[in-house]
């Protein structure tokens, strides 16, 4: 999650290009990203992002149905962005380098205000999240390579709940997320590693 990404801006998740529908979606997107620059989640409503898209309220609630439905959309297309895992050559300095990437990632305005309208606007308990999927397949590589190596590590499920599950805490909370807090995160979940992999 280390890419700026900005809805429409070609450097998110890529889809087939095809006429209008594809044109609808790219112009929503930018409408809601343009949005949430000056204003809360909670503020923005479908009439809003409308108008901001020069498309129809009725073409954006037939396609998306509720804003609620259209900010988890937008903001997941954002906060999803595949990235390779550092290689460092021991899985202390992997897990650290990995960490403070996030850390700096989530610290930033534009980040830190996607995360916000997507929990704000998810309603419901849900089964699978994108991001935190994308962090598992991250986490299970990095054992992995620590597994190849025969060193000690913690399991990805002991990552995922004591460093990535802390760093999206304190960013959704507004709490501070730094380079000292990855570090620390890191060295407890480190500690775990108390049996070869």
């Not at 004591?162 to 990855?182: E, K, Q, S, T």
Request: glycine share 6%.
């Amino acid at each position: 999650m280390t890419t700026n990404t900005s809805p429409g801006d070609g450097s998110g998740p890529q889809r087939r290009p095809g006429g209008r529908s594809e044109r609808v979606r790219v112009a929503v997107y930018t409408a809601v990203g343009a949005l949430l620059e000056g204003q809360p989640a909670e503020s923005i409503t479908i009439p809003h992002v409308a108008d901001l898209a020069g498309v129809t309220p009725s073409t954006v609630y037939r396609r998306w149905g509720s804003m609620d439905v259209l900010l988890e959309e937008v903001a997941i297309e954002v906060l999803t962005a595949e990235e390779p895992v550092p290689d460092t050559g021991a899985v202390t300095s992997d897990l650290a380098a990995w960490a403070t990437r996030i850390a700096a990632d989530l610290a930033t305005p534009r980040r830190h205000k996607y995360l916000r309208a997507m929990i704000w606007a998810r309603s419901e308990v849900v089964d699978e999240c994108p991001r935190w999927e994308i962090r598992r397949r991250q986490a299970d590589a990095i054992v992995a390579a620590a597994k190849g190596r025969g060193e000690r590590s913690p399991t990805a499920d002991q990552i995922l709940v004591h460093v990535i599950a802390p760093l999206y805490h304190h960013a959704a909370f507004g709490m501070r997320v730094d380079d000292a807090f990855a570090a620390r995160l890191v060295a407890d979940v480190i500690s775990m590693s108390d049996s070869p992999v």
